[in-house]
Every structure is written in C-alpha cells, then in structure tokens.
C-alpha cells in the first residue's frame, strides 16, 4: 500500500490526523503541497505562505522524508501524480468554505476513476463533528446558541495528536515526470513591514510564538487588552499560524488549560476561549451556508453605491484616503503589514458597508487578497455579519467617531500609520 498526504491549510506536523493516519502503518507516504494560483496574492501573504512551506519541507526532511511542492489544480495534479507514484490513498483535510469543498469533491470524483481511494480528517477546528452525539451543527445557528449547545453538553476537545518522531520511505518521481514544480523560495524575500505587527511563518515560529505568549503571562490580561490597537501583546497573533495550520486549535486550547492550571481562570481565559469558538462558529456557518457566504449581497439599509463615485470611494478606501483618519491608518496598515487588528476590521469593514454604500463582498475580497491570516469562513463570515449578509441577515453597524474616541483616545494609532 501507497499513501500520499496532500497538505493545505494544515500546514504542520502536530496535531495532524490526516498526517498521522497516513504514517501509521508504516507503508510508504509520500506529502505534496499543490500550489493554485488562481487568487491574486498580497506580497506579505506569498511571504508567510513560502515561510510554512519552507518550515514544512525542513520538519519532513528531518524525519528522513520530503515535501513535493507542485503547481497546479489538485484535481489534475493528483490523479497524475498517484499514477506515477503508484499510490492506493490519498489523505487530506476537510476544510469548510464553498471553493475548498468543491475541490475536495472534484479530487476524490477524479482519484475514484482511478480506483484510488480518499480519506479525510478534520484538522481546522476546535470542536469535531465526530464528537457532537448526533446533534447536527451544521445548520443556521447564532454563536450563542453555539456556545450554550457545548456548554451544556459538555462537547469534548481532543487533546491535540505529538508529531511523528520518524516517517516511512517516501516514493520519488522519476526525471521528466511532467510537472511543474511551485518554487516558494522567491516569496522569501518580501520585505518586512517597518512598523507595526510582523510575523515570521510556520510551524517552528509559530511554536515559539505560543510559548513566548503563554509564557509572558500576556494571556492573564487578554480581556483587557485584546481591543488594543498598537502592541503585539494586545491579543494573541495566532491567527496568521491558525489560517494556515502551523498551529492548531487544540493545541491551543490545551495550553490555555494549561496556563490556567498554573496561574488560575479569569474572565480573560474564558473569553480567550469565546474566540477560539467563534473561530469555530464561522467555520460551521461556512460550510451550512456554501456558496452563498460569498454571494449573498445582504439587505443593505440602502441601494448600494454603483458607478465612477463608488469607485472612487473604493479606491480612497483601499488606498486610506478617504479623509477620515481613523479608517485611512486601518487601510495603511493593512497595505504596509497585512495585519489589522479585530477592532479595526470591524471599523474598516462597517464603514466600508454602512458609510461608504459600497458592496461588501468587494470590500472582502480585498481583505481575502491582503490579511496574512486570510481564512475563507473567518474573513467571509465576519464581513457578512457586519453587512447583513449573516443567515440571520442583521447588520452590524460601528459610529467610527465614537469608536476612535473609546480605542484611539490619545490620536497614537492614528498618528502611527
Ligand atoms: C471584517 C473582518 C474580517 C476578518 N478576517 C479574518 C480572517 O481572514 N482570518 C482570521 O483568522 N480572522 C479574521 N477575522 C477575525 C479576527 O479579526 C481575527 O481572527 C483576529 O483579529 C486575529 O487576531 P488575534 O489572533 O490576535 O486574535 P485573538 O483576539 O487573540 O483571538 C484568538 C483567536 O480567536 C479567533 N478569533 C478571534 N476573533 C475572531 C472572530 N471575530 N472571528 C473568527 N475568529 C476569531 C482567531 O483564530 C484568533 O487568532 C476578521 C474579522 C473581521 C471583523
């Protein structure tokens, strides 16, 4: 028996069911990461996706294996590949957004005629559906009612899997197989943001980041800080490491029980928690609502802005022009750093929809190209619910005056940027 592990957003070792299952008879495996690169993206995004490859390649290649890195479509690339490495399986994980299950189908319709087999694992989220006794989650739900549901029931988290201490023979492609081979090493060279949050991709950094936050104690005050616009340490930063799976979400959440064993729960390790779980919550949305988390105009309170002013309006937002300062060091910094904190995507995003008139689904395939922690149902699921594009179609709007005032009182972000 063959197996091949076709990474995507689980860019780690860790914590990997799909990788562990595929290792554990101790056949050979080999690990391919397919780059598509039909979405345009940010210089910062190539950057921290070419550093979790790099990362990747070096932590297989220390356990006696390696990574192919090929472009292409999965779907066409798999069945070639499996043909020319003689491989009986195919391991992957189940990721949740419209696009990414498409691909998923198309790859297992395209490996069936073949007669190779799929299996896939659940890896992205805190919480498995496996584990949920038969309630479905999948259905139109509010977070509350999310979070009331596994409270109640006293859902369990599986304690996050080691990485394997050693890896099977890996099958080679012979000279002239065909394929067109995704060099990253390029991407490596992106500058680093000047000022302002930056992060070093991949699955090393980002284990050292986890201990270097827990460690600091950041976590203890995470309630009150976590709206803060300026410090690394105002809220965690894992999501970069979360959208591409160098970290997981179990891991995570074991290291806050962790943290609270040693020091004591507060209301900032319990609201730590929320957010992981709303992290879960859009992932859930996401994949009930399909194509349409990305489709659906919402029901703006207004017709929405069309024609040359509303590109104008766009293009001054993109740029961080539009006059009002608060939303313009938003832009800049989302521009100069790929990073924006959550108080100010919610800023950025409400003016965009509810000031601007402008189309959110625009304002969100901005953000999809430029955030280095781009996450389909994060980022999808976010903009509609401020848009009033949510299952429940209730915007969310934000008074940009009022809240400059609350998280810039002193005019120092605003000043930054
Ligand atoms: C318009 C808009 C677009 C967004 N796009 C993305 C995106 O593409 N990728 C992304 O990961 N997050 C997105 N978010 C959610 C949130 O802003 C970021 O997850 C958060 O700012 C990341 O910073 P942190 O890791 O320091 O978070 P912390 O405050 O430390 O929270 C810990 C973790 O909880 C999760 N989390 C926190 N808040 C949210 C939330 N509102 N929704 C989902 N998960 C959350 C994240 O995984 C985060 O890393 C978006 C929010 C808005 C309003």
């Not at 189940?94 to 005629?113: I, M, N, P």
């Not at 489709?295 to 740029?319: I, N, Q, V």
Request: net charge neutral; with cysteine.
């Amino acid at each position: 028996m063959t197996r091949l592990v076709w990474f995507r957003t689980d860019l780690r070792l860790h914590d990997n069911e799909t990788l562990s299952s595929a290792v554990r008879a101790g056949d050979p495996v080999a690990f391919v990461y397919i780059h598509d690169d039909s979405s345009p993206l940010s210089g910062f995004r190539k950057k921290i996706l070419a550093e979790s490859l790099r990362s990747l390649s070096e932590g297989l290649r220390d356990l006696g294996s390696e990574l192919l890195c090929l472009s292409g479509r999965p779907q066409e690339v798999l069945p070639r590949l499996c043909t020319q490495l003689g491989v009986n399986e195919v391991y992957f994980s189940r990721l949740t957004a419209f696009d990414e299950r498409k691909t998923e189908d198309a790859v297992t319709q395209s490996l069936a005629k073949l007669g190779v087999a799929t299996r896939r694992f659940q890896t992205h989220t805190l919480f498995c559906d496996e584990d949920a006794q038969g309630f479905e989650l999948y259905r139109p739900m509010s977070f509350s009612k999310l979070r009331k549901l596994i409270e109640q029931r006293s859902w369990p988290i599986r304690p996050p899997l080691a990485a394997p201490e050693n890896l099977p023979e890996c099958p080679q492609l012979g000279t002239g197989s065909g394929f067109i081979y995704f060099d990253f090493k390029p991407w490596l060279a992106q500058a680093e943001p000047g000022l302002g949050f930056s992060c070093e991709g991949g699955e090393r950094a980002a284990l050292d980041f986890l201990t270097k936050y827990m460690g600091g104690g950041h976590l203890r005050t995470y309630k009150q800080t976590r709206n803060g616009l300026l410090e690394w340490t105002d809220s965690s930063k894992f999501s970069p490491y979360l959208a591409l799976g160098c970290l997981s979400a179990r891991l995570i959440y074991r290291e806050v029980r962790a943290f609270e064993a040693a020091h004591g729960e507060n209301l900032s390790t319990l609201w730590f928690l929320y957010e992981l779980l709303w992290r879960d919550h859009f992932h859930f949305m996401a994949q009930v609502r399909g194509r349409e988390l990305f489709t659906d105009p919402g029901r703006p309170k207004r017709e929405l802005a069309r024609g040359p002013a509303a590109d104008k309006s766009f293009a001054a937002w993109r740029s961080g022009e539009t006059g009002r300062p608060f939303i313009d060091a938003a832009m800049k910094e989302l521009r100069l750093t790929g990073w924006l904190s959550n108080r100010m995507r919610q800023n950025a995003a409400s003016f965009f929809v509810h000031d601007l008139g402008l189309d959110w689904r625009e304002g969100a395939a901005w953000f999809e190209q430029n955030l280095i922690d781009y996450d389909p149902a994060s980022n999808w699921g976010n903009w509609a619910y401020i848009a009033g594009a949510g299952f429940d179609h209730k915007p969310h709007s934000f008074d940009i005056e009022q809240q400059a005032n609350m998280f810039d009182p002193d005019g120092a972000y605003r000043a930054r940027w």
